[in-house]
């Protein structure tokens, strides 16, 4: 699977590009055939913003999540929250 991440307002840190790596491994093992996820990171005033589109690129199939909180780890939390439904709402047609 490719990763990307793009990031604006913010340093990627290596907090940062651990909770990347750490999530993408997560969905590199749990979602068949995911063949690219991109991460967005924004911070902003009002807050920490992480979002990550998933394209399993044969079959089509894409998937754009996003998380949203005044710090990041509740916007990772957030983002996983979001994940774990729509890979579940996915996984029928995946396999």
Known sequence: MQ????IRGAELT???GARVESLAA??????????LAKFVLEERETGKSV???????EKEETVVRHGEASDWD????DLQRRLERAL????PTGT
Not at 3 to 6: A, F, G, K, N, R
Not at 51 to 57: E, M, N, Q, R, Y
Not at 74 to 77: I, N, S, Y
Not at 88 to 91: A, K, M, N, Q, R
Request: aromatic content about 6%; glycine content about 10%.
């Open 3 to 6: 990763t990307h991440v793009s």
């Open 14 to 16: 290596e907090d940062l």
């Open 26 to 35: 997560d969905l590199s093992s749990r979602a068949s055939g995911l063949q």
């Open 51 to 57: 979002g990550v589109v998933l394209s399993w690129g």
């Open 74 to 77: 509740r916007a990772f939390l």
């Open 88 to 91: 579940e709402e996915t996984e």
